[in-house]
Every structure is written in C-alpha cells, then in structure tokens.
Nanobody, 124 residues
Framework: QLQASGGGLVQPGGSLRLSCVGS????????IGWFRQAPGMGREGIGC????????YYTDSVKGRFTISIDNANKTVYLQMNDLKPEDTAVYYC???????????????????WGQGTQVTVSS
C-alpha cells in the first residue's frame, strides 16, 4: 500500500530525495510520516506531512535539512534530504494512519500502514 524508494549511497554534505507512493491512498485523508532506523537503534520518527499537504512537522534531528512535500496527482510524498551526515545513515520508512494527524505525537502511535524501507548510507 505504501512503497518507499530512492535510497542509496551519498557522501557527507550530499543530497537524496526519497519517494513514498501510496497507490491505494487518497492523500487528502492520510497524513504521511517518515521514520528511520539506524543499525542497532530503535525506530525514529523524523517528519510528517498533513492530509493534503497543508502543513509539515520535523523533529530537531532533521529540521532545516530535510523537507517533506506532496504530489497529490501522483499520490507521492517526497523526503528531500540535504546536507546529509553519517549519522543519517539508516533504513528509511514511510507510514500512515487515517486516525491520526501530523504533529509531534504522530510518531508515538501504532500506525496501520507501512512501506518497505529504503537504505540510505552516508559515507565518504
């Protein structure tokens, strides 16, 4: 139901854009969150975009470097990642749940819909 893609290997300071396609989702109704999980670490919520894309929320770890945007026509949410650091290395996931709204509490819920992860490696 959700499919994340766009990961890869990038040097520190570089950029990547991840995509999350909700082929069966109407993004007017579903907020989309981005999460990541580094090796040996727990899953971390990093940002989300509200239903229809009217607002976004970012955690401090990525604020100012990452941007979430939406293409409603193609049912795709993007995570633009700039100024990447080695500590951004992780598997990145997108997730959604119609019951909850984007905001700082969004990442605490057990969300119903998850995409498969895409690996991002930041290394020289």
């Amino acid at each position: 139901q959700l499919q994340a893609s766009g990961g890869g290997l990038v040097q520190p300071g570089g950029s990547l854009r991840l995509s999350c396609v909700g082929s069966r989702f109407t993004l007017d109704y579903y907020p989309i969150g981005w999460f990541r999980q580094a090796p040996g670490m727990g899953r971390e919520g990093i940002g989300c975009i509200s239903r229809g894309g009217g607002s976004t929320y970012y955690t401090d770890s990525v604020k100012g470097r990452f941007t979430i945007s939406i293409d409603n026509a193609n049912k795709t949410v993007y995570l633009q990642m700039n100024d990447l650091k080695p500590e951004d290395t992780a598997v990145y996931y997108c997730a959604s749940d119609v019951r909850y709204s984007c905001g700082r509490f969004f990442f605490r819920y057990q969300l119903d819909h998850w995409g498969q992860g895409t690996q991002v490696t930041v290394s020289s």
